[in-house]
């Protein structure tokens, strides 16, 4: 082959090449304007009602977390004072009692026959004081008639004393019996309710055994402990807000007492606070809530609304249809609606702002509000109706 026709096949092929490049550079270009554009044009964005809160003016709350289990500052265990047989014992937990009510009844054969045994003793010790009394009187008119020394006389006196402290002591053990026969019934010291039934009927019990434990829960305590740099702010009469497990409604509560000393390993402060008896409030709850040690006035957003994705604090806030950013100055916290509110600065009284659900956002995004739920409805009732009409017609 000639050279000359080399050289033309040659610059055939580098031209095929070339335009081929060109090609493919054109269509990369054309397949990434779409994409470019998407990435720089805002996305719309749909929000529901409940998407978007009002900045508004609220009382905060300001105070210490408290948490605890409540007691009952009226309990009682009832023991057995004597031993014996455990008799006639009816109530169970959950029942109601009053004071003074009898619960239970000890066997009382054996303390009934050591009261008969005492007081016997008491009598037998009654007829020697009497013959010792007669047998003084004797001798001292003896003496006065001048038949017996005045000697015999101070013996009859000693031996009229010594029978006079054994029948006291007689009579004193057979008060100690019947103390004993009148423990053998069992009776409850307070009203209130049965929590824990802790023998059963025919058992013999020991002394001091436990029988009962009676509750009142007409008045409760939380035992919190606090910060001792904290409670130094707490004072008796504070209110406090409590929840309580098994009740949907916060209970109130009040500081009663506040213990003088820290505790030996956390130095923490112990506060007691009463909680009055309602319906659904049982003694050994677990309860937390604040205790509110000052109030406060300020433009308030939910707390998940406050972002810090930037150098400073910020909220979303929805002016006309467009998302703006404005920085804020968090403040104090309280719990509120169900929900941890903050106290803003830099917000305006009737912002709308935009909730932590919504995420971010970026600035200058347009949005749009979904129509309420009710609207559909409401339509879609007219529908049913004028579709009524006209089957009627």
Do not use: C
Request: a positive charge.
């Amino acid at each position: 082959m000639k050279k000359s026709t080399l050289w033309i096949l040659s610059g055939v092929a580098a031209a095929v090449v070339v335009a081929g490049g060109a090609r493919f550079l054109k269509q990369r270009q054309s397949a990434q304007a779409p994409a470019a554009s998407a990435t720089v044009a805002p996305a719309g964005l749909e929000l529901a009602a409940t998407d978007v809160f009002t900045a508004q003016t609220q009382s905060l709350s300001v105070g210490l977390a408290v948490s605890g289990t409540l007691k009952a500052t009226q309990s009682a265990v009832v023991k057995a004072r004597v031993a014996g047989e455990l008799l006639d014992l009816v109530v169970r937990e959950g029942d109601s009692v009053q004071a003074g009510q009898v619960i239970a009844r000890i066997d009382p054969t054996e303390v009934q026959a050591r009261w008969r045994q005492a007081q016997q003793s008491a009598d037998a010790a009654k007829a020697q004081m009497d013959i010792a009394q007669k047998q003084y009187d004797n001798n001292d008119a003896l003496v006065k008639q001048g038949f017996i020394s005045p000697t015999a006389l101070q013996t009859s006196l000693m031996s009229l004393s010594g029978a006079k402290a054994t029948h006291q002591s007689a009579v004193a053990a057979a008060d100690v019996a019947r103390k004993s026969l009148d423990d053998a019934t069992l009776k409850a010291p307070m009203s209130g309710q049965i929590s824990q039934r802790l023998a059963q009927p025919g058992e013999r019990v020991a002394i001091d055994a436990r029988v009962v434990e009676i509750v009142n829960l007409s008045q409760l305590e939380l035992e919190a402990a606090l910060p001792a740099a904290d409670a130094a702010q707490v004072r008796p009469g504070m209110q406090a807000q409590l929840l309580v497990e098994g009740l949907s409604n916060p209970v109130a509560a009040k500081v009663l007492r506040i213990n003088p000393s820290t505790q030996a390993g956390s130095r923490s402060v112990l506060a007691y606070l009463g909680v009055a008896g309602r319906e659904g409030v049982r003694n050994g709850a677990f309860a937390q809530g604040t205790l509110g040690t000052q109030t406060v006035q300020a433009i308030a957003v939910p707390l998940s609304s406050v972002r810090t994705d930037k150098p400073q604090p910020y909220v979303q806030v929805l002016e006309g249809d467009v998302v703006r950013h404005v920085a804020v100055e968090p403040g104090a916290r309280a719990e509120g609606s169900g929900q941890v509110r903050v106290a803003v600065k830099g917000l305006a009284e009737g912002a709308q702002v935009l909730v932590g659900s919504v995420g971010a956002v970026r600035e200058g995004v347009k949005v749009q509000r979904t129509a309420p739920a009710a609207a559909p409805a409401e339509s879609a009732s007219s529908a049913t109706s004028a579709s009524s009409a006209t089957a009627a017609r």
